[in-house]
T-cell receptor, first 113, second 116 residues
């Protein structure tokens, strides 16, 4: 049973525009959420995270929004750049403290120059 | 600081064989987690090791096992390989796996295992 879902397998955006990647989760015990970016032939790279006590976290061009009541989070990239083209994974961790991340299936972002 | 390294990068095995994959974490990181990535399934957690002890285990059969050495390096072993074991196996290391801290994990490039 997939506890973290990314329902859009792919997304194409023009360079300079906003990219919005979405993620839903089902487990109300999740209290920490992360986004990873993955290029081909490389492991996922940590991008940005958010604790459940916040509803927004910003780092440069990347902003993550968390809506706990809807069990939904999103990653906004503004402005999008061709180098942002990659697969983006949403991940969540629960309150047990175990170092076990639950990942979504990923969204492939293509930024068109 | 060197990143997480995994060896080998690519591996081809036949059904029924066993395989051992290796992971060296970032210096100073004592927690090592293993994930399996297959198309359409995302990354699935296999197990985590900390201080040479398995702390947590995902929902995988007993054919999947691992261990960690005193220098924090880790190995995972898959016995009696099946076609469905073909996947990218990723290792991730982190500093301190305690509750309430960041769960930021740093991933290696992975080992691509193909079972024929």
């Amino acid at each position: 049973d997939q506890q973290v879902k990314q329902n859009s397998p792919s997304l194409s955006v023009q360079e300079g525009r906003i990219s919005i990647l979405n993620c839903d989760y089902t487990n109300s015990m999740f209290d920490y959420f992360l986004w990873y970016k993955k290029y081909p032939a490389e492991g996922p790279t940590f991008l940005i995270s958010i604790s459940s006590i916040k509803d927004k976290n910003e780092d440069g061009r990347f902003t993550v929004f968390l809506n706990k009541s809807a069990k939904h989070l999103s990653l906004h990239i503004v402005p999008s750049q061709p180098g942002d083209s990659a697969v983006y994974f949403c991940a969540a961790a629960d309150q047990t403290g175990a170092n076990n991340l639950f990942f979504g299936t990923g969204t492939r972002l293509t930024v068109i120059p | 600081k060197a990143g997480v390294t995994q060896t080998p990068r690519y591996l081809i095995k036949t059904r029924g064989q066993q395989v051992t994959l290796s992971c060296s974490p970032i210096s100073g990181h004592r927690s090592v987690s293993w994930y399996q990535q297959t198309p359409g399934q995302g990354l699935q957690f296999l197990f985590e090791y900390f201080s040479e002890t398995q702390r947590n285990k995902g929902n995988f059969p007993g054919r999947f096992s691992g261990r960690q050495f005193s220098n924090s390096r880790s190995e995972m072993n898959v016995s009696t390989l099946e076609l469905g074991d073909s996947a990218l196996y990723l290792c991730a290391s982190s500093l301190i796996p305690t509750s309430g801290t960041t769960y930021e994990q740093y991933f290696g490039p992975g080992t691509r295992l193909t079972v024929t």
